[in-house]
């Protein structure tokens, strides 16, 4: 004789088991429709509509997005125009903005600099620090509040870090990291305070040196030394 058990509460897992492969299929395949929609022609004007009805950013604004960086020259049905800080044209597909990271660095209206010198060790650190802090303080386009911090960053193998965050206006971000760079090296210059670089002659490039060049990125940073 065969005795046959029916478990309502296993029926009902089984059932919620099917219900959510069920679920996780039909989201699958919405996600995959939404994919190949935003490809077509009807996709892309629909980017474009999104791009005017949310506002991400305007004309005007500094954006990165769909791997490039530029000032926002005008937002269109099908693409968004770009200038470069060289001062090209570049069309980006408003649906490969809208399949990216959108970065506007205009947003917030002011930036901070992250301006990193490198010095040698043995160097005089508050008197370095005391240059850079002077440099900032004579410029009137760096805020006062939040006021401008400089401090030591780290030790590296070569020397001392010291970094450098001042604020200042998102218009005034690349002028015053480029012209706050030299300061404060012919500064450092005059007052013997000796900065780390090592020329790689095989590559014909500067070993620790690293600047963001172009149109700015989440923050405008340079590096000089290290």
């Not at 959510?20 to 919405?30: D, E, G, N, R, T």
């Not at 099908?78 to 903005?97: K, S």
């Not at 805020?143 to 590296?156: I, K």
Request: charged residues 15%.
């Amino acid at each position: 004789m065969t005795i046959e058990y029916f478990s309502p509460a296993g029926d009902d897992l089984i059932a919620l088991l099917g219900t959510s492969a069920i679920l996780a299929m039909v989201i699958f395949a919405a996600g995959l429709l939404a994919g190949l929609l935003l490809r077509s022609g009807p996709g892309r004007l629909a980017a474009g509509i999104m791009l005017k009805a949310v506002k991400p950013f305007r004309p005007g604004d500094i954006i990165s997005g769909g791997g490039v960086t530029g000032t926002v020259a005008s937002i269109r049905l099908f693409n968004t125009v770009l200038v470069l800080p060289d001062n090209a044209t570049l069309l980006v597909p408003n649906v490969t903005l809208m399949e990216s990271t959108i970065v506007n660095h205009s947003a917030k209206g002011t930036r901070r600099i992250d301006l990193m010198f490198g010095i040698e060790y043995g160097g005089d650190i508050d008197a370095a620090m005391d240059i850079i802090e002077e440099v900032l303080s004579k410029d009137p386009r760096v805020l006062a509040a939040p006021s401008p911090h400089v401090a030591v960053a780290e030790y590296c193998t070569c020397g001392v870090v010291l970094v450098a965050q001042p604020w200042v206006s998102a218009s005034d971000c690349w002028q015053v990291r480029s012209e706050t760079t030299a300061s404060v090296h012919k500064l450092f210059d005059a007052e013997g305070v000796h900065m780390h670089c090592t020329r790689d002659d095989a590559h014909g490039s500067f070993q620790g040196v690293e600047t963001t060049m172009g149109a700015p990125g989440v923050h405008c940073r340079v590096t000089v030394g290290c």
